[in-house]
Every structure is written in structure tokens, then in C-alpha cells.
């Protein structure tokens, strides 16, 4: 069954750090894109960051460009997030997806597997 997991999320003050990982199981990951998205209270889910299948291109929506870095382990199955410098308005759910071309990695409508979420909230 094909699954995407991520951690890594919690309560962090403005100008922290945190890392999210996203860990896939029952498939190829290097055969997928993955993004990161998140949604926050009312808001509709935005895609935040992309990388290619073999981590030769990345995307980054220009809200966290300069303080997020996408990476990925495809040996460990691994997507990493490194979030730097975190806003109050970073604080949402982040989605971890994966997504079959990577020119439409930050639209949900290009996205064909889901995981559940981890809670960031940027907070003093």
C-alpha cells in the first residue's frame, strides 16, 4: 500500500528551525516528484516546494524562498523540508505529495498521492 508519512512538525518561535521529513513506503519514490504544501486555518492548501524525481530541479513558492530547502535521500526514501527563519504565518499543516511531473509539482490538481499532514506552529 502506498504511503507517504511526514514528521517533524511542533511549536517553534519566530526565527526558528524545524525540519520535516516525509518518508514513503509501497512504491518507487525516485520514480515521483514530491512537494510539500500546507494549509492554514482558512486558508486553501498551497504548494510551498518541489523537488524532481532525482533532486536535479527544485521549486519554491517566492512566500518561503531564501529561508526553505527541499531535499531528498531516494536511498532512505526520504523528502526532507529545512525550514529557516519561520513566521507566525508559516504556522499551518504541511502536506507532503507526490506527483508524477514535476511542471505541475505546486498545483493540487497535479498531485497524485497524499499524506496526512504534521502540524507547524510558529509561535512566541
Known amino acids: 500500500q502506498l504511503q507517504l508519512v511526514e514528521s517533524g512538525g511542533g511549536l517553534v518561535q519566530p526565527g526558528g528551525s524545524l525540519r520535516l521529513s516525509c518518508e514513503a513506503s509501497g512504491f518507487t519514490l525516485d520514480y515521483y516528484t514530491i512537494g510539500w504544501f500546507r494549509q492554514a486555518p482558512g486558508k486553501e492548501r498551497e504548494g510551498v516546494s518541489c523537488?524532481?524525481?532525482?533532486?536535479?530541479?527544485?521549486n519554491y513558492a517566492d512566500s518561503v524562498k531564501g529561508r526553505f530547502t527541499i531535499s531528498r535521500d531516494n536511498a532512505k526514501k526520504t523528502v526532507y523540508l529545512q525550514m529557516n527563519s519561520l513566521k507566525p504565518e508559516d504556522t499551518a499543516v504541511y502536506y507532503c505529495a507526490a506527483a508524477s511531473f514535476y511542471g505541475t509539482c505546486l498545483r493540487r490538481s497535479g498531485i497524485d498521492y497524499w499524506g496526512k499532514g504534521t502540524l507547524v506552529t510558529v509561535s512566541s
Open positions: 523537488i524532481s524525481n532525482s533532486g536535479g530541479f527544485t
